[in-house]
């Protein structure tokens, strides 16, 4: 049974920081690439960061570049995203995904998995 449960949300003042944590279980997390996205009532639903199935290989959408940072913890099935020096227009609903297992891309079609959402409000 395919579980992902996000944690790490909350309210949070103007500059301060986060970390959200997406714990999955009930398929091979290391074949999987991961991505946090968020979504308000004033925004399309937005990629902030993508990683790769080793951790190596991350990218980020423009507003969060140079503030946050995913990574991910393959012995522990879970990938996070630290969010520093948070604005008010990081308010928002965050969600894990994930896709894979990597090894069948071009094969066969992927698996696709959400987390719940989390909400985070920056506000002072």
């Known amino acids: 049974q395919v579980q992902l449960v996000v944690s790490g949300g909350g309210q949070v003042q103007p500059g301060g920081s986060m970390r959200l944590s997406c714990a999955a279980s009930g398929f091979t997390f290391s074949d999987y690439v991961w991505s946090w996205y968020r979504q308000s009532p004033s925004m399309e639903l937005e990629l902030v960061a993508h990683?790769?199935?080793?951790?190596?290989?991350?990218n980020y959408a423009d507003p969060a570049k140079g503030r946050f940072t995913i990574s991910r913890d393959n012995a522990k099935n879970t990938v996070y995203l630290q969010m520093n020096s948070l604005k008010p227009e990081d308010t928002a609903v965050y969600s894990c995904k994930t896709w894979g297992p990597i090894w069948q891309y071009g094969s066969a079609p992927l698996n696709t998995y959400w987390g719940q959402g989390t909400q985070v409000t920056v506000s002072s």
């Open positions: 990683i790769g199935t080793a951790g190596d290989a991350t």
